[in-house]
């Protein structure tokens, strides 16, 4: 007897083979990364379809991002064919929009809410912190937003928090009064943050049983990726949707704040709970700055007696090289279980190490490497470029776009981040949701129709006062002794949004055009007088904000071809919900550049892990975090994961970053590789030489202790007064200073030397040249120089390999 799903099976190992089988309610599948956890997930959902065990529309699987949602929908399509549709496959903050849409009227709002993003919510907080004057207790807005999200997070609201808080303290009183003044004003907007997508789901669930067992009856297969980051108002999320059908009572609080649910006493079949299976790596988890807790995994087997595990350790992704080096350097964190991945496809390339005198040196060196393996077949979407911070991309970019190399920033380009961006959809939600008051405040003066604070405070406070919204309070502007010209302006603007809400929500309650959103769009940028302003500007700016404003379009469009039947809150949902790792456009004939946290899940052939220095990562601000460094590591094993045959790991001697210029040292997770798997093009000590051996006159000018890169060092406890840099800090359980004797006796430091315009000078790798200017001051001065062959050049004048001649 062949079973259905053979074919589906064909090529897995045992323990693979075992996870796509297994028929149990619960199943964890842990293993490192590369095994196979994403594709047995992907096989699981195919092999139960193809079984016929479950229908498309009784799956459930969450995945990270919502690029991981498209490939695994796409992956599963090609296993069993057009019958997956009606799977839901998305991230938790999607599947929790779409239950919301359905039932928010249950709780006092309307489907048309508009989801904040963290700038829109920070605009409130911002708002509220100046009514409340909270900034005298120390509540910042940014303060007062991160923790509101972390309480957020564990599922408490204001009242919750209240009765656990001193209360006798002002400043947790000022905090209490904000976070419940924050939650009134989403209401009032009808709007939820980010936060309260998943946390209000809950709440919704706990609130209404019969609701929450509609989505049980509904889903009898819930999968979840990348388990390890999941956050605990995820978790319970989770749990609702897997108790069994019909139970209303209130999960126990157990330890750590975790749920521990009863078995269904009744034990009626009909009933049960749906099936979960999570997948996750303990060594990835890297969110926990946004609260997830690894403790989700280890404490699976005592959520669910009975769970089935299964473990997954052979590799299927990387060379043997780049899998020992992982693995030596996650062994380095306590407190994990030792796993030790391994591969068939033998030891590969060692990996290469470069130090760049500089950032834009490193860059260099990466963008020729690029080249180097383009023209041995590497296609450029097969290598991606990986840093710690955004900051960092800057370099790359700028050497890869002299150097021709193409390229992708995946999640940095903040497309919708843009103020042009932003005003054309606040338009769409100032049609969509009339409720939400910060939409409206943000487009009644752009452009500008001479609509001031003061007429925008009394529009406000009569909505207040009459208990409408801020757009009915327009509308009645007449009776707010505004003047005739504003009261023109305003029922101008008023006119135009009502023109763009009759085309995009017919009222007869028939579906709008498929094209509405776009047309929509481009009437109100029209009438609103937004292109006529910009086009007006002699601003060059202005017009590329026009080509991203009709680049919008295009997306509105390309939307309608993908949503025939999409509105303009299907839209805006998607445009909100677009996270980092997720990318309109397609990274295909281009090098992906990205952070290593946006790197998760995904494999290249070639990997570039850049800024492999103190400070970047490990990061500064992990060094005073509980488990930062631990974090860090983690973090550093991710990226090295994703490369399949060649791994590069760079750094840079000195970097300008945190507005100065800092010596960098090399991290110490670089020690932690053993020596024979890594090759140093060149070493950190290499460089260093270069910049040491020359011009002692120079050097023995320094000046000591001038502070010089110690200041931007801050928690690495990294020194540079003495004539020895010191080595990077032994990591726990380090072994050999592997750098002793690589590292620089002295760093290059020119002290205050005297240079300015017509000065010659003398630079180790450009030769000579003439000083054009000079700008800035102290560590920061700039020689702006003329070389006579390498052309011109900016140099830092403290730290450059020159001498004045
Ligand atoms: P990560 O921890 O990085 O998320 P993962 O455990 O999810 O990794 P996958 O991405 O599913 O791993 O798989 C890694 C690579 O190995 C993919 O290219 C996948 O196609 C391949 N692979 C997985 N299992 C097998 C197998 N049995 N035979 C051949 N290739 C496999
Ligand atoms: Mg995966």
Same mark, same amino acid.
């Given at each position: 007897?062949?079973?259905?799903?053979?074919?589906?099976?064909?090529?897995?190992?045992?323990?693979?083979?075992?996870?796509?089988?297994?028929?149990?309610?619960?199943?964890l599948?842990v293993a490192g990364a590369?095994?196979?956890k994403t594709?047995?997930?992907?096989?699981?959902?195919?092999?139960?379809?193809?079984?016929?065990?479950?229908?498309?529309?009784?799956?459930?699987?969450i995945t990270f991002t919502n690029k991981a949602a498209?490939?695994?929908?796409?992956?599963?399509?090609?296993?069993?064919?057009?019958?997956?549709?009606?799977?839901?496959?998305s991230t938790f903050h999607s599947a929790c929009?779409?239950?919301?849409?359905?039932?928010?009227?249950?709780?006092?709002?309307?489907?048309?809410?508009?989801?904040?993003d963290s700038?829109?919510s920070?605009?409130?907080?911002?708002?509220?912190?100046?009514?409340?004057?909270?900034?005298?207790?120390?509540?910042?807005?940014a303060?007062?937003q991160g923790k509101i999200s972390k309480l957020k997070n564990e599922l408490a609201?204001?009242?919750?928090?209240?009765?656990?808080?001193?209360?006798?303290?002002?400043?947790?009183?000022?905090?209490?009064?904000?976070?419940?003044?924050?939650?009134?004003?989403?209401?009032?907007?009808?709007?939820?943050d980010f936060d309260d997508l998943i946390a209000?789901?809950v709440?919704?669930?706990?609130?209404?049983?019969?609701?929450?067992?509609?989505?049980?009856?509904?889903?009898?297969?819930?999968?979840v990726d990348e388990y390890q980051d999941t956050n605990h108002a995820q978790y319970s999320l989770i749990h609702?949707?897997?108790?069994?059908?019909?139970?209303?009572?209130?999960?126990?609080?157990?330890?750590g704040g975790m749920?521990?649910?009863?078995?269904?006493?009744?034990?009626?079949?009909?009933?049960?709970?749906?099936?979960?299976?999570v997948v996750g790596d303990s060594d990835q988890s890297i969110y926990a700055f946004r609260g997830a807790d690894i403790r989700n995994i280890s404490e699976f087997?005592?959520?669910?007696?009975?769970?089935?595990?299964?473990?997954?350790?052979?590799?299927?992704?990387?060379?043997?090289?780049?899998?020992?080096?992982?693995?030596?350097?996650i062994?380095?964190n306590?407190d994990r279980?030792?796993?030790?991945?391994?591969?068939?496809?033998?030891?590969?390339?060692?990996?290469?190490?470069?130090?760049?005198?500089?950032?834009?040196?490193?860059?260099?060196?990466?963008?020729?490497?690029?080249?180097?393996?383009?023209?041995?077949?590497?296609?450029?979407?097969?290598?991606?470029?990986f840093y710690r911070t955004n900051?960092?991309?800057?370099?790359?970019?700028?050497?890869?776009?002299?150097?021709?190399?193409?390229?992708?920033?995946m999640g940095g380009?903040?497309?919708?981040?843009?103020?042009?961006?932003?005003?054309?959809?606040?338009?769409?939600?100032?049609?969509?949701?009339?409720?939400?008051?910060?939409?409206?405040?943000?487009?009644?003066?752009?452009?500008?129709?001479?609509?001031?604070?003061?007429?925008?405070?009394?529009?406000?406070?009569?909505?207040?006062?009459?208990?409408?919204?801020?757009?009915?309070?327009?509308?009645?502007?007449?009776?707010?002794?505004?003047?005739?010209?504003?009261?023109?302006?305003?029922?101008?603007?008023?006119?135009?949004? $009502?023109?763009?809400? *009759?085309?995009?929500? &017919?009222?007869?309650?028939? !579906?709008?055009?498929? /094209?509405? %959103? =776009?047309?929509?769009?481009?009437?109100?940028?029209?009438?609103?007088?937004?292109?006529?302003?910009?086009?007006?500007?002699?601003?060059?700016?202005?017009?590329?904000?026009?080509?991203?404003?009709?680049?919008?379009?295009?997306? $509105?469009?390309?939307? *309608?071809?993908?949503? &025939?039947?999409?509105?303009? !809150?299907?839209?805006? /949902?998607? %445009? =909100?919900l677009v996270s980092d790792a997720d990318?309109?456009?397609?990274?295909?004939?281009?090098?992906?550049?990205m952070t290593l946290h946006t790197a998760k899940g995904l494999?290249?052939?070639?990997?570039?892990v850049?800024?492999?220095?103190?400070?970047l990562i490990p990061h500064r601000i992990s060094a005073n975090e509980p488990g930062g460094p631990q974090e860090e590591r983690r973090l550093f094993y991710v990226g090295i994961t994703r490369?399949?045959?060649?791994?590069?790991?760079?750094?840079?001697?000195?970097?300008?970053?945190?507005?100065?210029?800092?010596?960098?040292?090399?991290?110490?997770?670089?020690?932690?590789?053993?020596?024979?798997?890594?090759?140093?093009?060149?070493?950190?000590?290499?460089?260093?030489?270069?910049?040491?051996?020359?011009?002692?006159?120079?050097?023995?000018?320094?000046?000591?202790?001038?502070?010089?890169?110690?200041?931007?060092?801050?928690?690495?406890?990294?020194?540079?007064?003495?004539?020895?840099?010191?080595?990077?800090?032994?990591?726990?359980?380090?072994?050999?200073?592997?750098?002793?004797?690589?590292?620089?006796?002295?760093?290059?430091?020119?002290?205050?030397?005297?240079?300015?315009?017509?000065?010659?000078?003398?630079?180790?790798?450009?030769?000579?040249?003439?000083?054009?200017?000079?700008?800035?001051?102290?560590?920061?001065?700039?020689?702006?120089?003329?070389?006579?062959?390498?052309?011109?050049?900016?140099?830092?004048?403290?730290?450059?390999?020159?001498?004045?001649?």
């Amino acid at each position: 007897d062949v079973r259905p799903d053979e074919d589906l099976l064909a090529g897995l190992n045992p323990q693979q083979r075992e996870a796509v089988t297994y028929r149990g309610q619960a199943l964890l599948i842990v293993a490192g990364a590369g095994s196979g956890k994403t594709s047995v997930l992907t096989r699981r959902i195919a092999s139960l379809l193809r079984n016929r065990e479950a229908w498309p529309s009784q799956i459930l699987a969450i995945t990270f991002t919502n690029k991981a949602a498209g490939e695994m929908r796409e992956r599963v399509e090609q296993l069993v064919g057009d019958t997956a549709r009606g799977m839901w496959i998305s991230t938790f903050h999607s599947a929790c929009v779409r239950i919301l849409r359905r039932e928010a009227e249950q709780f006092g709002f309307t489907k048309a809410f508009t989801i904040y993003d963290s700038g829109d919510s920070r605009a409130l907080i911002k708002r509220l912190v100046k009514e409340h004057e909270a900034d005298a207790y120390g509540l910042t807005p940014a303060a007062t937003q991160g923790k509101i999200s972390k309480l957020k997070n564990e599922l408490a609201d204001a009242e919750s928090y209240a009765r656990s808080a001193n209360m006798s303290d002002p400043a947790e009183r000022v905090f209490v009064e904000l976070f419940a003044a924050y939650q009134r004003e989403l209401q009032r907007a009808n709007a939820f943050d980010f936060d309260d997508l998943i946390a209000q789901t809950v709440f919704l669930f706990r609130a209404f049983p019969q609701v929450a067992d509609v989505y049980r009856r509904r889903f009898r297969h819930v999968l979840v990726d990348e388990y390890q980051d999941t956050n605990h108002a995820q978790y319970s999320l989770i749990h609702e949707l897997t108790r069994p059908i019909g139970s209303d009572a209130a999960p126990l609080a157990g330890a750590g704040g975790m749920m521990i649910f009863e078995p269904d006493p009744a034990d009626d079949p009909d009933k049960a709970g749906a099936s979960l299976t999570v997948v996750g790596d303990s060594d990835q988890s890297i969110y926990a700055f946004r609260g997830a807790d690894i403790r989700n995994i280890s404490e699976f087997e005592r959520d669910f007696p009975g769970a089935k595990v299964v473990l997954l350790e052979q590799n299927y992704r990387s060379t043997q090289n780049i899998l020992s080096a992982a693995n030596a350097v996650i062994s380095h964190n306590f407190d994990r279980k030792d796993k030790r991945l391994w591969t068939d496809v033998g030891e590969g390339e060692r990996i290469i190490g470069f130090t760049g005198y500089s950032q834009h040196d490193e860059a260099q060196f990466v963008a020729d490497e690029i080249e180097v393996l383009r023209k041995a077949g590497v296609d450029y979407s097969q290598m991606a470029v990986f840093y710690r911070t955004n900051s960092q991309s800057r370099a790359l970019e700028e050497i890869f776009i002299r150097s021709a190399v193409p390229y992708k920033i995946m999640g940095g380009t903040k497309f919708y981040e843009r103020a042009e961006i932003k005003d054309a959809l606040a338009y769409l939600v100032a049609v969509a949701n009339p409720a939400d008051e910060m939409a409206m405040r943000r487009i009644i003066n752009r452009p500008r129709r001479g609509i001031g604070d003061v007429t925008i405070e009394t529009i406000a406070r009569y909505a207040v006062d009459q208990q409408i919204t801020f757009r009915d309070a327009l509308a009645n502007s007449s009776a707010l002794g505004v003047g005739p010209k504003i009261q023109a302006a305003i029922a101008h603007l008023d006119a135009v949004l $009502a023109e763009a809400s *009759a085309l995009m929500l &017919p009222p007869s309650g028939e !579906l709008a055009p498929p /094209t509405a %959103v =776009a047309e929509g769009l481009q009437l109100l940028l029209s009438k609103s007088g937004y292109y006529d302003a910009l086009r007006a500007s002699k601003d060059a700016q202005d017009e590329a904000r026009i080509e991203n404003l009709d680049e919008l379009v295009a997306v $509105a469009r390309e939307f *309608a071809r993908n949503n &025939p039947e999409g509105t303009i !809150l299907d839209f805006l /949902t998607e %445009v =909100a919900l677009v996270s980092d790792a997720d990318d309109l456009e397609d990274a295909s004939g281009s090098v992906s550049l990205m952070t290593l946290h946006t790197a998760k899940g995904l494999e290249y052939d070639a990997v570039f892990v850049t800024g492999v220095e103190e400070d970047l990562i490990p990061h500064r601000i992990s060094a005073n975090e509980p488990g930062g460094p631990q974090e860090e590591r983690r973090l550093f094993y991710v990226g090295i994961t994703r490369a399949r045959k060649r791994l590069y790991l760079s750094l840079a001697m000195t970097r300008a970053q945190f507005g100065e210029v800092t010596v960098a040292m090399p991290s110490r997770f670089l020690q932690e590789i053993p020596n024979e798997l890594l090759h140093w093009r060149q070493s950190p000590g290499d460089v260093n030489s270069r910049g040491g051996t020359q011009s002692r006159a120079l050097n023995a000018r320094r000046q000591s202790g001038s502070g010089f890169g110690g200041s931007g060092s801050g928690g690495s406890g990294s020194r540079y007064g003495d004539d020895l840099v010191p080595l990077p800090r032994r990591a726990p359980g380090g072994s050999i200073d592997r750098f002793a004797n690589k590292i620089p006796a002295k760093v290059r430091d020119n002290g205050d030397l005297e240079l300015g315009p017509g000065d010659r000078i003398r630079h180790d790798d450009f030769g000579e040249g003439k000083v054009d200017a000079v700008t800035g001051e102290g560590a920061k001065r700039v020689a702006h120089v003329r070389f006579d062959t390498a052309g011109p050049k900016k140099l830092l004048i403290k730290i450059a390999p020159i001498e004045k001649l």
